[in-house]
């Protein structure tokens, strides 16, 4: 999560904040600018309230993963050319990796958290 948010802090930072650079419809500016702001309360809440974070941190990375699939794949290239749009999107292929994290760790990671809070 906190790498997510550096990222769009860098962006913000270079371009800024709803960018005309993002080459993008203004609500997908708007979402991923959003972030900025939503990925390290995501971050700060796995620390100090793990079971919200960890669901904050499911529903962020699916909304995102998506969103921005939904923006890649406008223009699908056709078979000759794939291997390219993969390593042209590799940030979307990273997000995926971090989905597929999320979701096998998920339910043991709550499970973990419940057993915790029984003990406290």
Not at 21 to 46: C, E, H, R, S
Not at 65 to 75: A, D, E, Q, T
Not at 93 to 115: A, G, P
């Amino acid at each position: 999560m906190l790498i997510g948010t550096m990222t769009h802090l860098t962006w913000i930072i270079k371009n800024g904040f709803l960018s005309v650079n993002y080459n993008a419809p203004l609500f997908a500016k708007f979402f991923w600018d959003g972030l900025t702001f939503v990925d390290p309360i995501a971050a700060i809440l796995l620390v100090i309230k793990p079971k919200i974070g960890i669901w904050m941190t499911l529903i962020i990375i699916t909304v995102d993963v998506f969103h921005n699939f939904i923006l890649c794949f406008r223009n699908v290239p056709d078979s000759n050319y794939f291997s390219y749009w993969i390593t042209g999107n590799w940030m979307l292929m990273c997000q995926i990796f971090f989905l597929s994290f999320v979701l096998v760790t998920f339910k043991s990671s709550i499970k973990e958290i419940r057993i915790k809070s029984l003990e406290s």
